[in-house]
């Protein structure tokens, strides 16, 4: 027997996604009076600043703050404004309808007039061993972000494309020690942006490897806490097959991003890069009543701030559509 519930409310708007694009989305729609409803997902919620550790780029916050805690800030200025946030992922989305509906894992159906989709992006990852557990712990995605936490140390980027580029010279602000290592000879990055990198003489460049395992340890800080970092990494040479260990304080992997679209995908307009069209400068996508925002959008920058922005941009459309909408009847 299905334990489907279709909802009768018609809400006025849905947001689908917890980072920083949602909850700014769902503030500004609460204070809107617009009573949004927010699908924060079911074993993430948060979005990927849920892994970051200390963020010391988000403005308001001198001393810095953990990335969860941020997330769990927005999180109830959201529901402070009332915003309902509903714990679930949603599975499947009926876009093109005027009335839209989401269904979620657990079979309920949410319906709305309009769909705010704020559903980032995920960093695409090496799938090796050591990944997942020094997350946060010497493997970082942001240079930006966790740069500032490798201050004179020995520190490894993966990848060939801009992004990789990007990450190793913005630590070459913090350390002479930089390894940038393609697993061909072949970069995607811009002759720009690899030259910048060829011509500091912070980074050393080495072609044709790949990361086959990160391996870290265990280590009591003064304070009496024990904490895992990585100490080196495993490469296989792509030419000879032979392994080498390499000692590294980090890792930095910058070998793209995928924005999250899968459930939109056959409905609203994509760019060849992925990411959601809209309108420039607006949250406005293919789809009457459908909005974007955040990485899902943005193939650029990628920032929680910006995320945070784009995400006021998509609540202020949704407010002006609806107001629209209601004119027009
Ligand atoms: P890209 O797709 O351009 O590059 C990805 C890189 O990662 C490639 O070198 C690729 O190698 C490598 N890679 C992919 N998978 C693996 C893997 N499993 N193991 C090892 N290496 C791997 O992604 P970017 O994020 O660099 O850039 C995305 C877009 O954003 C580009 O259009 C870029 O120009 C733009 N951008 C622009 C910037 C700027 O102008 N300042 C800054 C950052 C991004 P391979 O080539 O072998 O597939």
């Known amino acids: 027997m299905s334990n489907t519930t279709v909802e009768e409310k018609i809400h006025d708007v849905v947001i689908v996604g917890s980072g920083p694009a949602g909850y700014t989305a769902a503030i500004y729609t609460a204070r809107a009076n617009l009573k949004p409803v927010l699908i924060a997902g079911m074993l993430t919620p948060g979005g990927e600043l849920m892994n970051t550790t200390e963020v010391e780029n988000f403005p308001g916050f001198p001393d810095g703050i953990m990335g969860p805690e941020l997330m769990e800030r927005m999180q109830k200025q959201a529901e402070k404004f009332g915003t309902e946030i509903i714990f679930d992922d949603a599975v499947k989305m009926d876009l093109e309808s005027e009335i839209k509906t989401i269904e979620l894992s657990f079979g309920d159906i949410v319906k709305a007039k309009t769909v705010i989709l704020a559903t980032g992006s995920a960093y695409r990852k090496l799938g090796v061993e050591g990944e997942e557990e020094y997350t946060g712990h010497g493997v970082s995605w942001c240079a930006t972000c966790d740069a500032a936490f490798f201050e004179n140390k020995k520190v490894t980027v993966i990848g060939g494309g801009d992004s990789a580029m990007e990450e190793a010279l913005f630590l070459t602000k913090f350390t002479d020690e930089i390894i940038l290592i393609n697993r061909t000879d072949n970069f995607r990055a811009s002759e720009i942006m690899k030259e910048r990198v060829f011509q500091s ?67 609203v307009d994509l760019n060849p890069d992925g990411t959601i069209n809209v309108t420039r400068g607006t949250s406005i996508t293919s789809i009457d009543g459908v909005f974007a925002c955040g990485d899902v959008i943005d193939p650029h920058y990628r920032q929680a701030i910006t995320a945070a922005a784009s995400g006021c941009i998509a609540a202020q459309d949704v407010e002006h559509y609806l107001l629209k909408k209601n004119d027009n009847k």
Do not use: C, W, Y
Request: cysteine-free; hydrophobic content about 35%.
């Open 201 to 267: 003489g912070k980074i050393s460049v080495l072609t044709n490897h790949s990361v086959a395992k990160i391996n870290g340890k265990e280590r009591t800080t003064e304070a009496g806490f024990t904490v895992k970092e990585v100490d080196s990494i495993t490469l296989v040479n792509n030419q000879t097959n032979n392994n080498v260990n390499m000692p590294t304080d980090g890792l930095f992997i910058a070998i793209g991003q995928d924005p999250r679209t899968d459930l939109v995908k056959g409905q």
